[in-house]
């Protein structure tokens, strides 16, 4: 487990919501970057210099969180107040959990194949399915309701995710 | 060129050092414009080749190079291939043509040792040779050499970086910052003044080959993706045509077993055909044949050249392909594609290039200079002296970061292609009831298990007091800095106590090896390490009064009466103490100044940042800064939160 402690919202001077564009981040990233990064600081007094590093690593580190719209989807509700980690959360639906590992296994058995066709395919159909997942969970997040119900969206993000990385993975150890 | 007169008094110039495989060069800025740095021969290239004496003489570059024929063993060429590497690395078993010596310690396994002229050396020691020629030769032109930025290949990893940096600090420089050399290429190309785009930089030295590309966006560069081969370059090209001149040479006889001297004649030959066939249709070279009196007379025209080096243009374009790949670009996107290296001068390389990218490369900075330059130009950057509002240099992680768990599986704390300086805490618990040790084994590297990562530091927390499997909480801190080099921390974190170990990595020097081998390169040892600390403690000295008095100009209305009082009698003491000769005393002086500016530092990073983001939702800023506390203090909350949760 990492330890989060600081709302990484605030530290960009962000509103917690879900509903960034990868580009809104980034923007924000560059413009505190160009005020806190250690290059600026270079001719400072050391105890300055100090200073520049760890506001910059800061930023840097809520920046990483945010623009993975999984971690970012756990900080808005952890600054709702949600608990959030996978032990803290509920599990899985059987049929989900079932679901999943036959894809895995189709794509275990296209890698043996070296079956890359097999592979874009799975990677492509994983990756609509994250997307119809993050519309959800960003109706959920930044809706008025309650944010519980994007515990389990959550989770099964968690599974595509893991998904998507094996196929990288594959692809990576393929293409050579 | 405005004649520059001797000063001693001069102020310090920064200078941009780019330290080669093959060959190193320093570069300063004058007149606006970045210069390669020449010698009396005019020569601005020196090779990257020492040469040690029977009695202690030390030469570097061309003259190294000349006596590297008839002392090959003496004489060290091609040390940058061994920066940062362990005595066990399979790299360094690889490159055996020096007389390696085996550790005789747990410490000395973290550095490849050879025998030169009965001495022990380190490839950080040898490096450092090479920077003080280079500072020498900056020295000579520019009186007083400041700031240096050195440049490094942008998949170096931590322990090369760290010896880089090592290096230059025995070498006696001021070392700003290390620089990724496709960055510095792109800054001597003034693509920073473009705003936006998408580069490649195709970088074909004499031993090695790298592919980066570059995204530029709103002054802010990036690192997107690096890859290359380290054993492919120029060299090869001339051992592809000089394996063909040999046979003429040899007279029939087989090649494999000619004399050196023959092959040495043979490569020789190759590359004058090779610089021959950059302007040239064809070359005519006289070779001598063995058993001869007459020689032979051969004709190579470039396409029969081209066609011997097919084999190894083609090696890169796996790896531009591979890059691009990584980068998420396809090559119809790139706005520009940047040549550096020797190699690249090559017809056929740059119409290779100009095929895999699909467009012509940029390639009217000297290749051989372009790095060097750009490092001139980031060190007049970073000493304050350009217009520094611009231009933002955002280095990546080049490789993963991780901790060895149980079964020798990596977890992976800081993955490849943060954005640095970056920082993760990661916590671990205890697997044996009363275990009172932690062992901890840091690498680097993408693969899975830790034995086929690089090993970066091991160390043992100690201390835990004894408590069931699973209780001991244990909270690693990983911090990597601008330059991309690491420090680790680990702390115990159930009992309340804390147990804090600072680690930097295991391949770096500590301060005191630093010491004693500059003891020993230094003929008046004490003495002259006194004065060296003097320069030392002055120039940061000067810097922080600088600092003190440019800030006090522009934010002194954040100050009120009494802090403003204090910082002035700090800043008078301190410019008194600058005029004195003792380092103890200036020493005490800057971290006086240092406390007293602290709080007003703080205050003024917060107006940076309102600047920056002027107009945005300020009022979330303010929160957000008062927030961002650094490492640190999350560290003592988080150890707060977990004792919390203990009490439930």
Redesign the interface.
């Known amino acids: 487990m990492t330890g989060v402690s600081t709302n990484a919202f605030a530290t960009l001077g962000l509103e917690p919501k879900f509903g960034y564009a990868r580009e809104e981040l980034e923007r924000r990233h560059k413009e505190l970057s160009k005020a806190l990064h250690p290059d600026r600081y270079v001719s400072a007094p050391a105890a300055e210099r100090r200073m520049a590093l760890s506001r910059a690593i800061e930023v840097n580190e809520a920046f990483r969180r945010l623009k993975d719209p999984v971690k970012r989807a756990e900080e808005v509700l952890r600054v709702a107040g949600v608990a959030v980690g996978e032990t803290a959360e509920p599990k899985a639906a059987p049929d989900l959990l079932m679901e999943m590992m036959e894809s895995r296994e189709a794509l275990a058995d296209a890698a043996r194949k070296r079956d890359t066709a097999t592979i874009a395919k799975l990677g492509g159909e994983m990756t609509a399915r994250e997307e119809r997942l993050l519309g959800k969970l960003g109706g959920i997040l930044d809706g008025d309701g309650s944010k519980d119900a994007a515990l389990p969206i959550l989770g099964e993000l968690r599974y595509t995710r893991r998904f998507l990385d094996e196929v990288a993975a594959q692809e990576e150890a393929l293409l050579g | 060129m405005l004649l520059e007169i001797f000063d001693p008094k001069a102020a310090p110039k920064p200078i941009g050092i780019d330290l080669g495989t093959t060959n190193s060069l320093v570069a300063r800025m004058r007149d606006d414009r970045p210069v390669a740095i020449a010698d009396c021969d005019l020569e601005t290239l020196v090779p990257s080749a020492v040469h040690y004496g029977a009695h202690g003489e030390i030469l570097v570059g061309r003259d190294a190079m000349r006596v590297a024929a008839v002392d090959p063993r003496n004489t060290i060429v091609s040390v940058k291939r061994l920066m940062g590497r362990g005595a066990d690395d399979a790299e360094t078993r690889r490159l055996s043509t020096f007389e390696f010596v085996a550790p005789t310690s747990e410490a000395e396994k973290k550095s490849v040792r050879f025998k030169v002229q009965g001495k022990v050396m380190t490839p950080i020691e040898v490096s450092a040779d090479i920077l003080r020629k280079l500072k020498q030769l900056a020295t000579d032109e520019l009186a007083r050499v400041g700031?240096a930025v050195i440049t490094v290949p942008a998949y170096f990893d931590d322990a090369q970086r760290q010896a880089t940096k090592d290096a230059g600090k025995l070498a006696g420089l001021d070392v700003?910052?290390l620089l990724n050399e496709p960055t510095a290429a792109a800054l001597a190309y003034g693509l920073d003044k473009k705003k936006d785009g998408l580069f490649a930089v195709y970088d074909l030295g004499g031993g090695t080959f790298d592919v980066t590309v570059l995204r530029l966006?709103?002054?802010?560069f990036e690192v997107k993706s690096t890859g290359g081969d380290s054993q492919l370059g120029g060299d090869d090209m001339d051992r592809a045509l000089g394996e063909v001149l040999l046979a003429t040479i040899v007279g029939g006889a087989p090649i494999e077993g000619a004399a050196p001297e023959l092959v040495r004649v043979a490569l020789d030959a190759a590359r004058r055909a090779k610089h021959a066939l950059t302007d040239a249709e064809t070359v005519e070279l006289e070779l001598p044949v063995r058993g001869k009196s007459e020689g032979a007379v051969v004709t190579v025209t470039r396409a029969d050249f081209d066609a011997l080096i097919q084999p190894i243009v083609e090696r890169t374009g796996v790896a531009c392909r591979?890059a691009l790949?990584d980068a998420g670009v396809k090559p119809g996107e790139l706005d520009g594609v940047i040549l550096v290296g020797g190699s690249t001068r090559v017809p056929y390389v740059k119409r290779y290039v100009e095929e895999t990218f699909g467009k012509a490369p940029l390639d009217d900075i000297d290749p051989d200079q372009v790095v060097a330059l750009g490092a001139a130009i980031q060190a007049h950057v970073?000493?304050?002296e350009g217009d520094?509002a611009d231009v933002?240099?955002?280095d990546v992680l080049p490789l993963s970061l991780g901790i060895e768990t149980m079964g020798g599986v990596v977890e992976r704390i800081l993955p490849r292609n943060?954005?640095?300086?970056?920082?993760?805490?990661?916590?671990f618990t205890t697997y044996a009831d009363k275990q009172t040790g932690f062992d901890l084994h840091v690498v680097q590297g993408e693969r899975e298990l830790a034995v086929d990562n690089r090993s970066l530091a091991r160390f043992t927390l100690k201390g835990i007091p004894p408590m069931p499997a699973g209780m001991a909480r244990l909270?690693i801190t990983f911090?990597v800095?601008?330059d991309g080099l690491l420090e680790v921390a680990a702390k115990e974190i159930t009992t309340g106590i804390e147990q804090t170990v600072e680690v930097k990595p295991s391949y770096g020097l500590s301060d005191e090896e630093v010491e004693s081998m500059l003891l020993a390169a230094l003929d008046h040892g004490e003495e002259d390490l006194a004065a060296r600390r003097l320069i030392e403690e002055r120039v940061?000295g000067e810097?922080?009064l600088?600092?003190?008095q440019k800030a006090l100009e522009i934010d002194a209305d954040l100050l009120d009466a009494a802090e403003r009082g204090v910082i002035e009698t700090s800043v008078s003491e301190l410019a008194t103490a600058l005029r004195g000769t003792s380092a103890g005393v200036i020493h005490a002086k800057?971290e006086l100044?240092?406390?007293a500016?602290?709080a007003w530092?703080?205050r003024r990073?917060d107006r940076?940042?309102e600047?920056?983001?002027a107009g945005?939702?300020?009022g979330?800023?303010e929160?957000?800064?008062a927030?961002?506390?650094?490492?640190?203090a999350?560290?003592a909350?988080?150890a707060e939160?977990a004792a919390q949760r203990r009490g439930d």
């Open positions: 700031g700003l910052r966006e709103d002054g802010v591979r790949r970073l000493a304050g520094k933002l240099l955002l943060t954005t640095i300086p970056t920082g993760a805490r990661q916590v909270e911090k800095d601008a940061e810097r922080v600088g600092a003190t800057v100044l240092d406390d500016t602290k530092a703080g990073m940076a940042v600047k920056a983001i945005k939702t300020v979330a800023i929160e957000g800064v927030d961002a506390r650094g490492v640190d999350h560290v909350e988080h939160r």
